[in-house]
């Protein structure tokens, strides 16, 4: 087995501003899988808060666990060595697809199939950060002008305030008016717990499906205050990195959001959406700055998902990488041995 990086940098059309910081490019980095002739595709996008700031350190941290000799393990092997090295979780989820797309391929199987998954149905969102009233007005139209999306995800948590928020949403929804459009909201952990519980409720008022992540990661006790007097539906992303998170606050969500450089990739990835089945809520899928390739692996996995949202690939000036594409609104893989997408001006197989 031949493993090798390649570092890219991904250029956005339109930057995201969230709760957190804006950002117009990141650089990611596409691992190369070669075996027997096959080749597996996997994407590492680093952040500050998943473990790994920075293009190198994620080839440093996947260096380490290659140096120790795993092309005879298997991928469950391989993860729980990854776990105990400390591997950051966006380093890790680029081998873990990379692997699961040879996999696949060696089977002569999509990927969806290997894993005894449907192709989606649910449609993705496409996601609008946090920008003034008048920037609203511009931008609905270049999203949903000839596209078969339905869902628009508007990111709040706004630093000018909630009467900032509730600005840019009261336009969204003038704007969204000649489109047959559904809302959602991602705060990004960007409100205080009592600003959360009002702005649950004036949403609730105003066409709003769900908010996701209202409170800050690391306020997980906060949520029993707002799932007993909430009036939308309540899902957590930061806060849900791992399987095993979602024990401590299952009562007091309606659902989760996995992300594959979140949890580490597709392993990890099926155990968050089994835990939340077994208890009962709801998932989601969400993504990063993530090109074709995360998102065809994503795709893969989101048949037995409630609400999708994979869509950073749309917004990418270009997407280095082929892959899924959106089909009636619906992010679909390509079908074809594997998750069905490589980096473009490379060998494909």
């Known amino acids: 087995m031949k493993i090798s990086f390649h570092e890219v940098l991904l250029k956005k059309r339109f930057p995201l501003e969230i709760s957190r910081g804006v950002n117009s490019e990141s650089s990611n980095v596409f691992v190369r899988v070669e075996e027997n002739g096959l080749i597996g595709w996997g994407e590492s996008a680093p952040g500050n808060t998943e473990g790994a700031t920075n293009t190198k350190e994620v080839i440093a941290q996947l260096q380490q666990l290659i140096d120790i000799n795993i ?24 081998l873990d697809i990379a692997l699961w797309d040879l996999k696949a391929k060696k089977a002569k199987m999509p990927l969806h199939k290997l894993l005894g998954l449907p192709l989606p149905k649910s449609k993705t969102s496409l996601t609008i950060g946090i920008m003034s009233p008048d920037s609203v007005k511009e931008r609905i139209p270049l999203l949903f002008e000839g596209s078969s999306a339905k869902f628009i995800k508007v990111k709040l948590g706004s630093n000018k305030g909630l009467e900032a928020d509730k600005a840019m949403y009261n336009q969204v929804l003038e704007s969204i008016k000649p489109y047959d459009i559904k809302l959602r909201v991602d705060a990004n952990g960007g409100w205080s717990t009592e ?7 004036w949403l609730s008022k105003r066409k ?8 800050v990661e690391g306020k997980e006790k906060d949520l029993k205050t707002l799932y007993k007097s909430r009036s939308l539906p309540i899902f957590v992303d930061e806060s849900c990195r791992y399987s095993q998170d979602i024990i401590t606050y299952y009562e007091y969500v309606d659902g989760v959001n996995l992300k594959l450089m979140k949890c580490g990739g597709i392993t990890e990835g099926l155990r968050i959406l089994s835990t939340a089945k077994a208890f009962g809520l709801e998932s989601m899928i969400g993504c990063m700055s993530e090109s074709s390739i995360s998102i065809s692996a994503g795709a893969s996995i989101s048949g037995q998902i409630d609400h999708i949202d994979l869509d950073s690939h749309y917004n990418l000036d270009p997407d280095p990488a082929s892959g899924a594409t959106m089909i009636n609104g619906v992010t679909m893989p390509r079908i074809a041995h594997g998750h069905g997408a490589f980096l473009k001006n490379e060998p494909v197989c």
């Open 208 to 215: 709003c499906d769900y908010v996701e992540q209202p409170i």
């Open 195 to 201: 600003e959360a519980k009002y702005m649950i409720d």
């Open 71 to 94: 092309k005879d393990k298997s991928i469950y092997e391989i993860e729980k060595i990854a776990r105990e090295m400390k591997i950051s979780p966006c380093a890790f989820a680029g």
